[in-house]
Every structure is written in structure tokens, then in C-alpha cells.
């Protein structure tokens, strides 16, 4: 909330709902199909990975998605909270990607401990 407070100021809650939360802050860089600046316009989902691929040591944007949902559950959220926030039209299908997550049998559910601080 910081970034998008700082980024977009008083416009902040009048923004259309389709206002992009990952934008370039590339003053100098060109659109190559447009020769129009990117500053300020959507990421493409290569940038994205190369953010996360530097901060997270994977380019695989969906695991994202996963720190965001643990991140839900620890805060407390409820799972029709998470379907709502990952636009899952299932309850059944947030169910089961929550479930995946939180299995004792995901391969990343002790990294994901050690990250969270959860014991």
C-alpha cells in the first residue's frame, strides 16, 4: 500500500480499477513497438519474472500467487476471502490449491515455514 500510496498519490482511490499495481519506473526506456516512454505503464510478465528472478531466485511469477494465499491464511483470511482474491469461480477449486499448499507432502511448505517465521 506504501508503493501504490507513494506512486499514484491523492489519485490513489479514484483510479479505475484496471490501473496497473506493477508498473516500469524506466524513465528512459522506449516502448519498441509504440517509441513511447514506459514510465509508468504496465510491467510485462518477463519484467515481472527478471524482479522476481532477482528478489526470489525464481522467474516463476505464480509462486506470487502461493505467498500471497499463505500469507492470506496466516493473516487469518477465510477461504471464501482467498476464492474472492484469486477469482477461483470454485470454492472447490480454492480449496484444493489451499490445500496444496498447506500438505505436509508440498515440497516447499518448509521453505515457506522458514520465510513466514512459522514454527
Request: charged share 20%; proline share 3%; aromatic share 8%.
Amino acid at each position: 500500500m506504501r508503493w501504490l500510496h507513494k506512486h499514484y498519490g491523492q489519485q490513489l482511490l479514484r483510479l479505475p480499477g484496471d490501473t496497473p499495481l506493477w508498473v516500469s519506473l524506466d524513465r528512459k526506456g522506449l516502448n519498441p513497438f509504440t517509441h513511447e516512454s514506459s514510465y509508468g505503464r504496465a510491467l510485462s510478465i518477463q519484467a515481472i519474472g527478471q524482479i522476481c528472478q532477482k528478489w526470489t531466485g525464481t522467474a516463476h511469477v505464480h509462486r506470487l500467487r502461493n505467498t500471497f494465499v499463505m500469507g492470506m491464511l496466516e493473516s487469518g483470511a477465510s477461504l471464501r476471502e482467498i476464492q474472492g482474491k484469486l477469482l477461483h469461480s470454485s470454492m472447490a477449486t480454492t480449496s484444493g490449491y489451499v490445500d496444496k499448499l498447506t500438505s505436509a507432502k508440498n515440497a516447499h511448505a518448509g521453505d515457506l515455514s522458514k520465510l513466514f517465521n512459522i514454527k
